[in-house]
């Protein structure tokens, strides 16, 4: 029997909505999967978006991410 070489990827959720901060420093907050709001800080030195919280509502979410843009790292 021969294997395959392909890689079963894991399914990535999709984002619906994106609502970016950048007073002091970028944050979003996006919807995914319908549901769950993340609010993610973006760490520049390493290029990436960080899990900060999560919330089933958009009106937390965005408070949160907003939050986070003003405060000086």
């Known amino acids: 029997m021969m294997k395959s070489n392909r890689?079963?990827?894991p399914v990535m959720q999709k984002t619906s909505d994106v609502v970016m901060f950048n007073f002091q420093r970028p944050t979003r907050a996006r919807k995914?999967?319908?549901v769950l709001w993340l609010v993610e800080l973006y760490d520049q030195r390493?290029?990436?978006w960080v899990w900060q919280n999560e919330s089933g509502e958009a009106e937390?979410?965005?408070d949160e991410a907003k939050r986070l843009s003003l405060v000086l790292s």
């Open 7 to 9: 890689q079963i990827l």
């Open 46 to 48: 390493h290029d990436v």
């Open 60 to 62: 937390e979410a965005l």
């Open 32 to 34: 995914v999967g319908g």
